[in-house]
């Protein structure tokens, strides 16, 4: 297929869910694949390489690992080895290497908050270097710049869009609810070390992020069957956000999309978020 270059480039966020043993490969074909990582793709993303069905649309991607995820786990610390092949581990041994890198996080993130860090806090600055590597490549138009991630990598589409204003458009699935709801329904998988932000929480709320992104265009893939998040909590942020939008004279600029799916950011979703983009990263001079 012919491109026009330059392109739209896309920060894509891989999820936190499943093994930590991998980060970016969870989405990208790295000519390597494992049993997990079948099982993993077949389970959220219909079987696809994220990634790769992106850059078959004419946008240049780029993925990184996450903070503990992949190439970043914490070698070395508490049972972790020092170096290990994830894909020479059998499928047992894969899992229990999860269990052992799982057993470290607290310690993490502990470190970073000594610090006064965050792991969020590390993620925007990792994710933010990311649209610098975009804009510097001549194959990639710099005034057109958005990100996507299912589950983790909603919440850091979330944050990355409402924190970088280079970011024109986002596409988010799998992580939006409200912290009074959460912390009566689910704190421990979905509020959890990785969304620790003292002296934050008592002064915005998860729907804040999109709304902070305004003008700018954000896409919420919300699925109604997701057991993560209820359905009371659902409706509640789609009233915030929406009411965010239009009090800033724009709600034809946000995007919700709540389908009675489980958690995953399958075929159907994908071309959403396919159509999203191309509207606003190809049909739309950026302003």
């Known amino acids: 297929t012919e491109v026009d270059y330059p392109v739209p480039g896309i920060v894509m966020f891989h999820g936190w869910g499943g093994s930590t043993v991998w980060g970016r490969q969870r989405v990208v074909d790295t000519g390597r694949d494992h049993p997990v990582l079948v099982e993993l793709r077949k389970k959220f993303y219909a079987s696809k390489w994220q990634a790769d069905e992106f850059a078959k649309k004419a946008y240049a991607v780029i993925v990184i ?12 610390l508490g049972d972790v080895p020092e170096h290990f092949d994830p894909f020479e581990l059998s ?18 993130v502990g470190m970073l908050l000594w610090t ?20 510097s490549r001549p194959e990639v138009d710099s005034e057109r710049i958005g990100c996507t991630g299912l589950s983790g990598g909603g919440w850091r589409t979330n944050m990355t869009a409402a924190l970088d204003r280079r970011i024109k458009a986002s596409v988010s699935a799998g992580w939006m609810t409200t912290g009074d709801y959460q912390q009566i329904y689910r704190p421990r998988s979905t509020a959890g070390p990785y ?48 009411a965010g939008y239009e009090w800033a004279g724009c ?23 396919f159509d999203w983009f191309d509207k606003y990263l190809k049909g739309e001079r950026p302003g």
């Not at 006064?116 to 804009?135: E, K, M, P, V």
């Not at 034809?252 to 978020?273: M, S, T």
């Open 195 to 242: 969304c620790m932000l003292p002296g934050v929480w008592n002064r915005m709320d998860v729907p804040d992020l999109p709304i902070i992104a305004a003008p700018n265009a954000p896409m919420i893939l919300l699925n109604r069957n997701d057991h993560l998040f209820p359905e009371e909590a659902q409706d509640e942020c789609y009233r915030q956000i929406s």
């Open 91 to 108: 499928y047992e041994e894969a899992v229990d290497m999860d269990r052992r890198i799982r057993q470290t996080i607290l310690s993490s």
């Open 65 to 76: 690992d996450n903070f503990h995820y992949g190439q970043r786990v914490p070698y070395g």
């Open 116 to 135: 006064g860090a965050t792991w969020a806090g590390l993620n925007f600055g990792d994710d933010s270097r990311c649209i610098d590597y975009l804009q």
């Open 251 to 273: 709600l034809e600029r946000f995007g919700w999309v709540n389908l009675p799916k489980p958690h995953c950011y399958d075929d159907e979703l994908r071309q959403i978020a």
